[in-house]
């Protein structure tokens, strides 16, 4: 597939300005950067760039900013004629709409992941059946909490869609109701987005083992404090969204259902204290717990064969 243009502007790196185009989608998929560099002889310096960039920020000649993070370089292009030297990197991530060239990066207080089939593990919904067999919107949000630390609390969260307030809204043939399951990470004090990531790949693997099948992201978005919204008298904080390569929208047909029977559910993991005891003992387990994720990944190799190599 592929990638569409989004636009050429200005990227920033050590204290310089170089031309930039950007390629992504929102869907998921790769994200593509490509910064471009006169030089006078037409061949460019290998080293004008690192092979390596960890956070990279610019703006396109739209005003749309963004904060790229985790790039590698995926090859060099010199066009003599020119004398512009092409280097294409490839990102792990981009933040929407934030372009931040401090050294330290943009920090954020919340992370929201959305997770593709999982309510009904999740054993929760935002809607409920009433006396006589009406569906019905909960009034509460649903939420409840998996782990409460000294650094960070993890949350399981259900939003979705709204039911028909209005009779213009019920003249359709078909109406369409959808919820999504939440993984909500807070820190108590603004971290990284990378340290966000290293928390949930860590609960991922977990659900994982409970599920026996991948889990999918289909959305990322973040806040932080230093980034707010003014309405009124009133000040929120502006939800931020991530795109990414591991991050992608699922058609249905294409969703892998779990065995049911056999799944640890998790009201199951809550109840037992399941998550803090995992998440305390990770580091040991790691290397085990790898072994058998991969499992869930691989495709067209015998399981004789992944453990034997």
């Known amino acids: 597939m592929q990638i569409p243009f989004r636009g050429s502007g200005i990227v920033y790196y050590s204290n310089k300005e170089y031309k930039c185009s950007l390629y992504y989608t929102e869907e998921g998929g790769e994200i593509v950067l490509q910064i471009k560099h006169h030089s006078e002889h037409g061949i460019g310096d290998f080293l004008e760039v690192p092979l390596e960039i960890e956070k990279l920020s610019g703006k396109l000649d739209s ?13 060099m292009n010199d066009n003599i004629s020119t004398g512009v030297t092409v280097y294409t990197y490839y990102a792990e991530y981009l933040l929407s709409g934030i372009n931040n060239t401090s050294t330290e990066g943009q920090s954020f207080s919340k992370v929201d992941f959305v997770l593709a089939d999982i309510v009904e593990w999740g054993e929760e919904s935002i809607y409920s059946i009433g006396e006589n067999y009406e569906l019905k919107a909960k009034q509460e949000p649903v939420s409840k909490i998996i782990y409460e630390g000294e650094d960070y609390s993890i949350y399981y969260k259900v939003v979705g869609s709204f039911l028909p ?8 043939e078909e109406i369409c109701l959808k919820q999504h399951g939440i993984i909500e990470i807070i820190f108590s004090r603004e971290k990284s987005f990378k340290e966000f990531v290293e928390v949930f790949d860590k609960l991922k693997r977990l659900f994982e083992i409970a599920l026996l099948r991948t889990v999918r992201v289909e959305k990322i978005y973040a806040f932080s404090n230093n980034i707010r919204d003014d309405y009124g008298d009133k ?17 249905e047909e ?19 204290n399941s998550v803090a005891t995992y998440l305390n003992k990770h580091e040991k387990l790691e290397p085990v717990i790898d072994l058998y994720i991969e499992l869930f990944y691989l495709k067209g190799k015998q399981v004789q064969e992944h453990f034997l190599t």
């Not at 005003?63 to 090859?75: D, P």
């Not at 000040?235 to 058609?251: L, N, P, V």
């Not at 294409?254 to 037992?272: G, M, V």
């Open 165 to 172: 307030c209005v009779d213009y809204e019920l003249l359709k």
């Open 63 to 75: 005003g749309y900013e963004f904060t790229l993070l985790e790039l590698n370089r995926g090859g």
């Open 254 to 272: 294409n969703i892998e259902q779990a065995r049911r029977f056999n799944w640890i559910t998790l009201s199951d993991l809550i109840e037992n």
């Open 235 to 251: 000040s929120f904080e502006r939800q931020i969204d991530i795109y990414g390569k591991s991050i992608k929208a699922i058609e």
